[in-house]
């Protein structure tokens, strides 16, 4: 709950490259902003924090720390929520038992995560790291839906400061591969419910052996719930086909998936993928492969390293290296190091990975360092026409002219776990052939499925409150923006037609029903990149995963990166949730500086959060001085633009620090040099003439470590001190900022 300890705004703390970027900056936010009688406190929300908060029976008093989560998951539903939230790890198997192993190291007696469970007290242990696993932060912070969307200024400096792109040849042989049957998309059942209702999922086999999956999910009337499965015989038989097809194609075999938000559906259907790849392998050597813990569905970096302790491990390894070789080229994470797609299921994300590769010109990287065209296999069809339909239209019309072309904007369904977010716990493998369904307290079966041992099933729902708040956020923006606006859903597919039974009278009775379109997914690509080639701009209405998909695809197409976007969650009890651009915690930026000492993360989009977040504060506590400070953010954030001071991509070249600098600097002469309030206006003078005197000095000092290797103590979990000196290396910048 907000009480008198809680900061005016939370900061998050978090992972990797904008934790790294915060032990710079914050200290400016707060320096700054307590001159305004702001305060800025953080919450840990990081991987290693909630491991410890979760972990606490082992550790000593100084050691344990507070579930920050859960205390952040509270406040977000008062109105006075204000929170600036990073973007964090959500973290795959490998993670987890890596920032598990560093904090094992730095001596917290933390367990470490049982792979295969057998005893009560190792089921309980699975179950509380499973909490922590995958998207465990963003749905319990999200209590409200999304609105992401370039600032003007942010787009207008991308049209006239184009980044590179590559070309788009017409013969490209780069294409997308999915099912198309048998797959959720397929499968879908979809149902409003009348009334409140409690369900349990339950699997019936044929002689009527019942096994109760999930007891006691609860929904209130109005909620749309779905449930689907993948048969994993069909999913088996396409990536066979895939990799067959790749081999003869000469096209690099590559996989997209979001393991890390799907946290339970997709790190399986990876595991396919690997056992697929490796089929032989898993032929000839499935007992030892068992015996030595080999799990496919942590990806192919893991089970190598379970291999090596398997008595016939050369043979073994031997083995997987033939399988690969006879394979299709894979595409690489890191060509150098021999890290394919498929080693870890949190290197290759869906929402950044294909925009990655379109904004290529089709290419990801082979492993002989070079880049190639790729199969792009996306086994579920419900998004996959999406990226196909993308690529159609790179392919007939070339890149993207980014000089030129208008923004796609997005409101996403996203308040209260909808939709995907919230099948975490409803997703299950089928323990045997059978029927899966869902039946309601009165008795009626909801929904039913005829599956097979394995199959994934899962259940997603999304509540009556958040769709009509969604709407209306639709129809809000729609008004300030004058814009083309697109309910991007499929009336023949099973949860769309549910929605659009909210959609439709909502719009009519606002009287704005002819301001929307409503499209497939597929249609409104194509109609969406053809808005944006004539220059002008479109709202992307979608689900939670089309927002996540399409808030990296257009971002990172017309700014180079989705790092720049402005990312509000208009919280559903009043609060506000500011979030810093749309991608994600960038592990190759962290290489970067612990290698050469050079920080390439762009702060952009925390410019832009803590701008919208002082505004908010102004406004909802009646405090003019947040105002002011806010709009002189807005300010600070153009003059880094005007100026070009973003960080560089290279070491040697003015990066994330410098750009702090800069951006203290200016928000100092915004301040400074406003006139609504006079004593800020003194306060920050003499602060803005100090920064920019020492320019040559601060610069400099900035620039002197870059080139060596930077120990910030960890990397899960650094050492504050540690990352302080390699993060505010001047003195003098550090005095001025205090
Ligand atoms: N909101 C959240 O909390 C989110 C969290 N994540 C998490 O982040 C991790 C990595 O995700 P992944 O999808 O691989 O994405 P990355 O964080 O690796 O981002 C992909 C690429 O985008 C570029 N990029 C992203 N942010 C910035 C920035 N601020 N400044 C400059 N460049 C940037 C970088 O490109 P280049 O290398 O070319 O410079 C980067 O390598 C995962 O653990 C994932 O779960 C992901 C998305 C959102
Ligand atoms: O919640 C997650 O795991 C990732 C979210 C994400 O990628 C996004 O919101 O863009
Ligand atoms: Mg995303």
Redesign the pocket.
Known sequence: MANSNTPDIIYTKVD???ELASASLLPIVKTFAAAAGVSVGTRDISLAGRIIATFPEGLSEDQRQSDDLAALGELVKTPTANVIKL?????SVP?LEEAVAELQAKGYNIPSYPADPQTDAEKDIRARFDAIKGSA??PVLREGNSDRRAAKAVKAYAQSNPHRMGKWASDSKTHVSTMGANDFFSNEKSATLPAAATARIELVEADGTTTVLKDGVSYPAGTVVDATFMSVKALSAFLAAQITEAKEQGVLFSLHMKA?MMKVSDPIIFGYAVRAFLAPVFDQYAGELAAAGANPNAGLGSLLEAVESAPKAAEITAAIEAALKDGPPMYMVNSDKGITNLHVP??V?I??SMP?LIRAGGKGWGPDGNEADAKCVIPDSSYAPVYAASIADCKANGALDVATAGTVQNVGLMAQKAEEYGSHPTTFEAPADGVIRMVLDNGDVLHEHTVEKGDIWRSASTRQAPIEDWVQLAIDRQALEGCEAIFWLDENRAHDAELLKYVRPLLEKAGVADKFQIMTPEAATVQSFATIRAGKNSIAITGNVLRDYLTDLFPILELG???KMLSIVKLMQGGGLF?T?????????VEQLHGENHL????L?EFCALGESLKFLGQTRDNPKALVLGEAVDAATQGILDNDKSPG?KVGQPDNRDSHYFFARYWAEALAAQSDDAELAAHFAPIASALAEAEAEITADLAAPQGKPADTGGYYRNDDAKTAAVMRPSKALNDIIG
């Not at 973007?87 to 973290?91: F, K, L, V, W």
């Open positions: 990797e490259a904008p973007p964090n790890i959500s973290a993670q932060v963003n890390t949190s290197d994300i929402d950044a990655a990166t989705s790092a979030e651009g749309a991608g994600g915690s960038a592990p190759k930026h390439r993360w762009d702060s989009g991509r």
